[in-house]
């Protein structure tokens, strides 16, 4: 068992920056892939990030690429999502999630992770 929460969220202008946090208590956190997601009002939840338990192999949206950066600290158990540059766009709530390493899914999809956060919302202003 893995519990998540978000935290960081809140009101910023367009081009600003926000840092989202996530910590992970519970299970051995360095086994799992961690992931960001994102789901606008009235959209489905999207992919917005990931790391693997190394930190070493990290992926993201094309719509967020060059402007976010995610990271991790496996000995505060803890992920990070650093959002600059930002877009009215990019409005929504951020969910972190978490997927063992071991795990054949496709981590592009929400449907791969096991363990979810509560959510942060996020509002970029234009």
């Known amino acids: 068992q893995v519990r998540l929460a978000e935290s960081g969220g809140g009101l910023v202008q367009a081009g600003g920056s926000l840092r989202l946090s996530c910590a992970a208590s519970g299970h051995t956190f360095s086994s799992y892939t961690m992931g960001w997601f994102r789901q606008a009002p009235g959209k489905n939840r999207v992919f917005v990030a990931a790391?693997?338990?190394?930190?070493?192999?990290?992926l993201y949206a094309d719509s967020v690429k060059g402007r976010f950066t995610v990271s991790r600290d496996n000995a505060k158990n803890t992920v990070d999502l650093q959002m600059n540059s930002m877009k009215p766009e990019d409005t929504a709530v951020y969910y972190c999630?978490?997927?063992?390493?071991?795990?054949?899914?496709?981590?592009?999809?929400?449907?791969?992770?096991?363990?979810w956060g509560q959510g942060t919302r996020v509002t970029v202003s234009s």
């Open positions: 999630a978490a997927v063992p390493e071991y795990s054949t899914g496709n981590i592009y999809l929400p449907s791969t992770y096991e363990y």
């Open positions: 790391i693997r338990r190394s930190g070493d192999n990290l």
